[in-house]
């Protein structure tokens, strides 16, 4: 079955404390991309991938780093969580930009 | 600032009329898209209009776009109770300009259909 997986689905964390949430996509999509949702604030793009080894900001970058070391996987790391980042996050793919995002379940997230 | 505003932030209506939600952009765009979350769910994909496309149907969903405005408009028709969601647009920019590669979702419509 396409799908994009992302994992955990649930985090409850305190800050500073280190953690990555990964995404994993099987449909061989070369975009991969991160949102995070806020009540009345939409989805917001934290990072993107354009292809392996391409990685780009989007709106809201700060306290967040992405890797893309495999077309398959775009995971998510929070280097110091801050209560600020608590948040519902999504992870897409796409087989390119201009084309329909495939979405995750989400990850919702909770920083103490 | 978000790239896609939508209008209205909340609809109601009864089962069995149309809905209508609007999207404005502020730059040029490749394409625009719209897509449905059920309460706090993963978004799914509905429906994706090109920049030299002016409407666009699925189903009981129409699309259209509007360049010149910078606007698109999401009609459901005879809408029922399991329509109730949230939709947003989301734009696709231009190749070549300094946002490519981003993708900018609106705030939202929440739209709920009583039965």
């Known amino acids: 079955e396409a799908q994009v997986t992302q994992n955990p689905r649930y985090l409850i964390t305190v800050t500073g404390k280190k953690l990555t949430v990964t995404c994993s996509q099987n449909?061989?999509?070369?975009?991969m991309s991160w949102y995070r949702q806020d009540p009345g604030l939409g989805l917001r793009q934290i990072y993107y991938?354009?292809?392996?080894?391409?990685?780009d900001k989007g709106d809201v970058p700060e306290g967040y780093k992405v890797s893309r070391k495999e077309k398959r996987n775009f995971p998510l790391i929070l280097e110091s969580p801050s209560p600020n980042q608590t948040s519902l996050y999504f992870c897409?793919?796409?087989?390119?930009?201009?084309?329909?995002?495939?979405f995750g379940p989400g990850t919702r997230l909770t920083v103490l | 600032s978000q790239q896609g505003e939508e209008d209205p932030q909340a609809l109601s209506i009864q089962e069995g009329e149309n809905a209508t939600m609007n999207c404005s952009y502020k730059?040029?765009?490749?394409?625009l898209q719209w897509y449905r979350q059920n309460s706090g769910r993963g978004l799914v994909h509905l429906i994706l209009?090109?920049?030299?496309?002016r409407e666009k149907h699925s189903g009981r969903l129409r699309v259209t776009l509007d360049t010149s405005k910078k606007s698109s408009s999401l009609l459901i028709t005879a809408s029922r109770a399991a329509d109730t969601a949230s939709y947003f647009c989301?734009?696709?920019?231009?190749?070549?300009?300094?946002?490519?590669?981003?993708?900018?979702f609106g705030q939202g419509t929440i739209l709920t259909v009583h039965p």
């Open positions: 730059t040029s765009i490749n394409n």
């Open positions: 449909m061989n999509h070369e975009y």
């Open positions: 989301a734009t696709v920019p231009t190749a070549g300009g300094t946002s490519y590669g981003k993708l900018t």
């Open positions: 897409a793919s796409s087989s390119i930009l201009a084309d329909e995002q495939f």
């Open positions: 991938s354009m292809n392996v080894e391409v990685t």
């Open positions: 209009i090109r920049s030299n496309e």
